[in-house]
């Protein structure tokens, strides 16, 4: 286990409850630091501020994973993993479905894990975490009774890190799960669904979104897999329109309404959100609440005002189709934008649109998303809800 130490000072960040360590703020190595295994972090003055998995190929050099010494990283992965369903299931009791690992907000940095029934879905974005995937799946098995493990890597995360791209079925022969959400049910293809297979993060704000659409209608942009839509179905929407750029996606999301035997009227329009929000504007369509839940216009830094203005853009046109006296729905699921950020985008694609907006409800992902304070990379959603006239 080789020793890493850190430059005077750079050593504050990680004593107030951050877990990632940047190549520059290492000062020296002391031993051989193999990239992927375990090693021991210190101040400069030789202060041990705990135990971490090393990647000398990455910005991010060092992600921590526990305040003190580790004899045997498998023992901890499974202790974590075991904490982590605990958590879960006392805030889901009667779930079989959920975010069951949030990587560093369950102090196991690069590692994701969603459940669905007994198919588990890693993503796995570290060195470190790679080289324990084999763990992670004895676990799985032995301790979750899980019968499918498959992966569904992020490859931009993992072109970052130096790690293969390609996926892997790891137990089992995955095909098809069908889940429970509120009052939706949800049939998952994981040869066809993007991501780890669902997004658990909107399964809240989809529900409170729901409450506002008896016999409304409603369009549901960047649909997806449908929650949006069909939560308003299940809570008596009369019509919904989906509209989404992937095909499968919106197969997916007839299949889920037929799943549900709802019968309220559906159309499902496939195109470019920019290009249907314009056109629809053009027909003078308007609804009683439209959602746009975009996925992330920002991966970096460098691009926040480019996406800024991508937001901007897209909730004008959106917001274009609201009827008076409506409601707005919108997300960012782009941790580089602050809430302050996204919120000061939404104003301003309201005076673009001509709209006045009052905001009922602001909130993030869901509870299985747990946001720990000294990271804010780990609170990457916001949601917002708006009266609009």
Excluded at 5 to 23: C, M, P, Q, T
Excluded at 256 to 280: H, M, P, Q, R, S
């Amino acid at each position: 286990m080789a020793d890493i130490y850190l430059k005077k000072n750079e050593d504050r960040r990680i004593e107030a409850g951050h877990l990632w360590v940047f190549s520059n703020e290492v000062l020296k190595i002391e031993g051989d630091a193999v990239n992927g295994e375990i090693c021991s972090l210190f101040t400069s003055t030789g202060k041990l501020l705990g135990t971490g998995f090393w990647n000398k190929n990455s910005l991010i050099c060092l992600r921590l994973l526990s305040r003190e010494k580790i004899d045997s990283a498998e023992k901890f992965i499974k202790e974590r993993i075991l904490a982590a369903d605990l958590l879960r299931r006392s805030i889901y009791s009667e779930r079989t479905a959920y975010r069951l690992v949030f990587g560093e907000s369950d102090r196991l940095p690069g590692l994701v894990i969603d459940r669905f029934n007994d198919t588990y879905i890693l993503q796995i974005h570290s060195a470190g975490m790679e080289g324990m995937k084999q763990i992670i799946t004895e676990v799985l098995k032995n301790d979750f009774s899980a019968r499918h493990i498959l992966t569904r890597h992020d490859k931009y995360f993992r072109n970052l890190e130096g790690i293969a791209e390609v996926d892997e079925i790891l137990l089992g022969s995955p095909e098809k799960e069908i889940i429970e959400i509120g009052r939706v049910k949800y049939q998952i293809d994981f040869s066809e669904s993007q991501k780890t297979g669902f997004f658990f993060d909107q399964a809240a704000n989809r529900i409170y979104s729901s409450r506002f659409v008896k016999n409304g209608s409603v369009l549901d942009v960047f649909c997806n897999t449908g929650g949006f839509g069909l939560h308003a179905v299940s809570q008596g929407a009369a019509e919904v329109l989906f509209t989404d750029i992937s095909e499968p996606a919106l197969t997916s999301v007839k299949a889920n309404y037929e799943l549900n035997k709802f019968t309220g009227k559906a159309e499902f329009l496939l195109g470019d959100a920019f290009n249907v929000l314009k056109e629809l504007h053009l027909q003078k369509r308007t609804f009683d609440l439209v959602i746009a839940d975009p996925p992330a216009f920002v991966k970096s830094r460098k691009r926040i005002q480019e996406g800024i203005k991508g937001y901007i853009n897209v909730n004008s046109l959106a917001l274009n189709l609201v009827k008076s006296g409506g409601y707005y729905a919108t997300a960012s699921c782009s941790h580089h934008i602050s809430r302050d950020m996204f919120l000061e985008a939404i104003h301003k694609a309201a005076l673009k649109a001509g709209r006045e907006l009052r905001l009922l409800h602001l909130g993030g992902a869901a509870e299985d998303h747990p946001v720990l304070l000294a990271m804010p990379e780990t609170e990457y959603l916001k949601f917002a809800f708006f009266a609009v006239e």
